[in-house]
């Protein structure tokens, strides 16, 4: 496991596993990094080169004068897929990685052979416009100033070690599942990121807005249409954030896609169960034909 630099228009860090196959690119989700990936990271790497990338404002990518919405990130990925990985490459995306795996799957097809969408971020069933809870949210984020200066104040009376905690509580249906190991490298990158200032806060507040806005944008559903690699969506069953009602709807609408539900795991299935995770996309035949090529 390297950790490596592009210049993508400023510093984008990544993690190389290594693996001389074809390119398996992963994507985090909101307020996560390329640390997520480390427990499948290494496996995914016997078959394939596997890679996983900070977005901008996460992670150790900083905003560098970027911005941290979804449509920005989406374009970071397009030209790490380019200037990175090479060639296309199969893009794995959580949460708002998801999301964004969409979005980039259905604007350059020509660079994705295929997808897996894990938990991704994207409207429940009967979603078509901002809930009321949710619209009040949105707009405590239109306030200048005023959800950083929260953020920033929960981090300090919290600290490192318990954000990490109370995070994967959130995340995970059972956060002691995760490897110790794992749950050290989040401290470390949360403590190195707490000395960020308002930086820290800025991006987490930018991609949620921009994510909120694109979950209930209806436009949503013909950027799934357009996307024509094969896709497998992995979901735990018992997700807090999006339910697996969301992806049931998903999959009802591209009945070409395959489901995988894994039972009694949160939102972050390849951290809280690699094993299972790896076993999901093992048994997905475009992942199993793309390796036995690269062999």
Known sequence: MRHKVADLHGPVHYIDFGGSGRPVVMVHGLGGSALNWMAVGPEIARSHHALAVDLAGFGQTPLFGRAATVGANAGLVYEFIEKVAGEPVTLIGNSMGGHISILEAAAHPESITSCVLVDPAIPGPHMRRLDPPLL????????????????????????????????????????????????????????????????????????????????????????????????LVVHGSLDRLIPLSAAVELCRRRPDWELNVLDGLGHVPMMEAPGLFMDALEAWSPYRIASAAAV
């Open 136 to 231: 009040g949210v949105v707009a405590a984020m239109s306030i200048p100033g005023l959800v950083q200066t929260l953020l920033d104040r929960r981090i300090r009376v919290w600290g490192p070690e318990a954000l990490v905690k109370r995070t994967l509580s959130l995340v995970c249906a059972d956060p002691l599942r995760v490897d110790p190991a794992i749950v050290e490298a989040h401290v470390q990158l949360t403590r190195e990121r707490g000395q960020l200032g308002r930086q820290n806060s800025r991006a987490f507040v930018q991609a949620s807005r921009s994510i909120g806005f694109r979950m209930a944008d209806p436009r949503f559903w013909s950027r799934v249409a357009a996307v024509r690699a094969p896709t």
